[in-house]
């Protein structure tokens, strides 16, 4: 079993490396104050962004996360914020509303390629959203895979990475996935993610897989090699181990479920521990698994309008319109299905006494 990172190869695959042996209850942390990275929603209302839900969302977020002396970041121009479907107006326009509301706060943006061939890979088309970005700083931008990119081999895809990080100006995060985001999406090799974690531009990264603990993985790495690389969960599956790890969250789920979070963030430090976490853990979860459920495609991008339906109910937004060029939209009545996935986690909110969690009366 490989453990020395000399002995990686672009071709070696995680079960070849002690890595993907670690144990969670390993890598416990009652301690930690890790912040919470929430991809925010981008609302909208007859076809047009809705500003002031999104505003509105925003200050709800940022009161929760104050209840519970949270750390929060937000993410803005994700997948969640329909990065794929803007316009670069539009995704400034995103970054001046949330200035608006926070003249001096860090925030977190995503990047990915404007206007690129999906099989030719070009630096450049990555310039556009690192332009607008880097402009309205202080921020961080995480680097969203793109098509061309993803088909790159581990050593190409490094040169690739590499290259994009020579007009990055301020502290990057990479970004991996899995094909329940996106189709033609792949996680990172070990070889991979050690050479990513070794370039001084790119200070951690996110992880979003469903269906193999790539983030435990990745965070057994990080801590065996002692890397100055921070892995953020962007697992919505796995909610709960992010937290027990002490490691950062980068989620959609944050939305959705946002005092929860901020509520087993802080029941779970060793100084404010309440058993009752355990059931947090499983309520928050089971919601998150409503949201986050696969079609018939094996594909779980229609969690955003799951999310605006919850959102909607907790009149935090108007509408539960999702972006009319985004093809993610449920079938039948979510509405009825999001109703029916916070009966147990409002149960658990009721008895914990967690603020900003109710339906509109």
Known sequence: MISHPSDLKPSTSWNETTWAKARE??????????????????????????????????????????AYGVEITFVLNADT?????LSNQLYEEVINRFRSLYPKA??????????????????????????????????????????????????????????IAEKIEVPALVHALEPAFVPWATPFEPWLLHQLAGHEKFVGGKISTLDEPH???????CRDLGLDFVPHSGDDFGIASAIRMGLPLLIG?????????????????KEDFDSRVYKLFEALQSLEDSVFRLDDKGSAAGYKHSTAEILKMLDIIDSAEIHPACPDLRSGDEQARMREAL??????????????????S
């Open 25 to 66: 209850e390993d890598l416990t942390d009652h301690s930690s104050s890790s912040r919470l990275c929430v991809a925010a929603l981008l609302p909208f209302n007859e076809g047009q962004p809705d500003w002031s839900s999104f505003e509105r969302m925003l200050q709800w977020m940022t009161k929760c996360a104050d």
């Open 81 to 85: 914020g329909y990065v794929f479907n």
């Open 106 to 163: 860090c925030f977190i943006s995503g990047v990915t390629a404007v206007g690129a061939s999906p099989s030719d890979f070009q630096a450049s088309c990555y310039l556009p959203h690192l332009e607008i970005a880097q402009a309205h700083g202080p921020c961080e931008v995480m680097i969203m895979t793109s098509q061309a990119l993803n088909a790159l081999g581990p050593e190409n895809r490094k040169d690739a990475y590499f290259e």
């Open 215 to 221: 983030f435990l993985y990745w965070a057994s790495m």
């Open 253 to 269: 789920a944050g939305v959705s479920a946002c005092p929860l979070i901020c509520a087993a963030k802080k029941y779970w430090k």
């Open 343 to 360: 009966i147990r986690p409002m149960r658990i909110a009721n008895r914990m006494e967690i603020p900003h969690y109710q339906f509109k």
